[in-house]
DNA sequence: TCACTTATAAACTGATCAGTTTAGTTGTTG
DNA sequence: CAACAACTAAACTGATCAGTTTATAAGTGA
């Protein structure tokens, strides 16, 4: 066994099965979606489905785990920590907005609150592998931004989650009540405009 | 028929079935409850059940409308408006606080938006009945301390919302994951008083 | 070719649950 | 008492669905 590559976790079809749990768990949430459902939409037959997964939460959790790193990965990437502390806001605060109006933030959040009484341990997966990381990512810029006499601030935490809820407002009732399906770039300049503002007048020097 | 009383809505156990359901709603959700359940905490046959409701979805927005108008009124009723601007946004934002870290709050925002797929218009009945009546006295309430000087508003809905979300800071993520189950006081007062202190500085006089 | 692994379709099990039906009981009113 | 309404327990229907089993096929490596 020459073991050159990482072998494919088990079996060849263990990526597509996945490929498939995501988008029906994407299309229809963890309750909504069925097993059969799945595994049509994976070209694979349920029997090889459970021979790589235990049961339908196991599925439901690697797929929310992946999706979630990935997501807050690539979000916080293209950011630029050393420009201008309100211009590092604004990028921060449309990355944020972006994510809850997505496709799949709406349905990831709405699964992890919905299904967190029979599935506890869903929500603090979520928040670990997602928010949790972007808050850090926000305290470590604030703790540079400080540095450099740009802001001050004594609570850090509180601040970077009062600037995530700040990015919220108006948005997210209308996003996770299904009020509204799409938002217009003027509607999200006018949230994220806000927030900073709102920020700034607070801690800004 | 003397008619001199209004007549319970139909027969004389509507409102026993309704007080069953509230009950086995707040505590397992719309999904997790079964009518058999509701039934029986009710005192009640299902039959009788199903003929003062034509089916569970029925029942269940019943439930949500009434306890919602409910809360809404007596959370918000109790704030004198003319008091002093940081005082009563201290007591606005204890509100808020309080209702989201409720054992109804925190099962009715759940159910809400775990079943909105398929129950699309409870959320938006919610919203009405509850978050919108909320945001609307805000609203009332910044009219009022602008007519007297003490704040500087344009954007008066965006301000409101802006208070609301900064009233959910830390709280709302470790209500809504599950991640914890009572907030001591100076946890609550970290908050408001944060979310007050940020308000003030940008739209206060 | 043989042995082994991985896969498959399809039938099956067992459970849950919304909503209906049935056959009978209770209470009220005239 | 007779008629009527509201109510009851319990059985039933019909559907969904997670997870298992069976019997079979296809690919691979020695």
Same mark, same amino acid.
């Given at each position: 066994?020459?073991?050159?590559?990482?072998?494919?976790?088990?079996?060849?079809?263990?990526?597509?099965?996945?490929?498939?749990?995501?988008?029906?768990?994407?299309?229809?949430?963890?309750?909504?979606?069925?097993?059969?459902?799945?595994?049509?939409?994976?070209?694979?037959?349920?029997?090889?489905?459970?021979?790589?997964?235990?049961?339908?939460?196991?599925?439901?959790?690697?797929?929310?785990?992946?999706?979630?790193?990935?997501?807050?990965?690539?979000?916080?990437?293209?950011?630029?920590?050393?420009?201008?502390?309100?211009?590092?806001?604004?990028?921060?605060?449309?990355?944020?907005?972006?994510?809850?109006?997505?496709?799949?933030?709406?349905?990831?959040?709405?699964?992890?609150?919905?299904?967190?009484?029979?599935?506890?341990?869903?929500?603090? +997966? %979520?928040? &670990?592998?997602?928010? @949790?990381? =972007?808050? $850090?990512?926000? /305290?470590?810029? #604030?703790?540079?931004?400080? *540095?450099?006499?740009?802001?001050?601030?004594?609570?850090?935490?509180?601040?970077?989650?009062?600037?995530?809820?700040?990015?919220?407002?108006?948005?997210?009732?209308?996003?996770?009540?299904?009020?509204?399906? +799409? %938002?217009? &770039?003027?509607?999200? @300049?006018? =949230?994220? $405009?806000?927030? /900073?503002?709102? #920020?700034?007048?607070?801690? *800004?020097?």
């Amino acid at each position: 066994m020459p073991d050159g590559v990482i072998e494919p976790k088990r079996g060849r079809k263990f990526d597509q099965v996945l490929a498939g749990a995501r988008q029906v768990f994407l299309d229809d949430g963890f309750e909504g979606a069925s097993v059969d459902e799945i595994a049509r939409a994976a070209g694979v037959s349920k029997a090889t489905l459970y021979s790589y997964f235990p049961d339908k939460r196991m599925l439901f959790m690697e797929v929310a785990r992946t999706e979630c790193a990935r997501q807050a990965e690539n979000a916080m990437d293209t950011i630029d920590m050393d420009a201008d502390v309100a211009q590092v806001l604004h990028r921060i605060g449309h990355e944020i907005v972006a994510f809850i109006t997505s496709r799949f933030g709406k349905r990831i959040f709405r699964t992890c609150v919905g299904e967190s009484d029979r599935f506890p341990e869903l929500g603090r +997966e %979520f928040y &670990d592998s997602g928010p @949790k990381l =972007v808050r $850090d990512k926000i /305290v470590g810029f #604030f703790q540079i931004a400080i *540095g450099r006499g740009e802001l001050q601030i004594d609570d850090l935490t509180l601040a970077a989650d009062q600037f995530h809820e700040l990015c919220k407002a108006d948005i997210f009732p209308r996003v996770v009540f299904n009020m509204t399906e +799409e %938002f217009t &770039d003027a509607e999200r @300049k006018r =949230v994220v $405009d806000g927030a /900073v503002a709102m #920020f700034l007048a607070r801690y *800004g020097t």
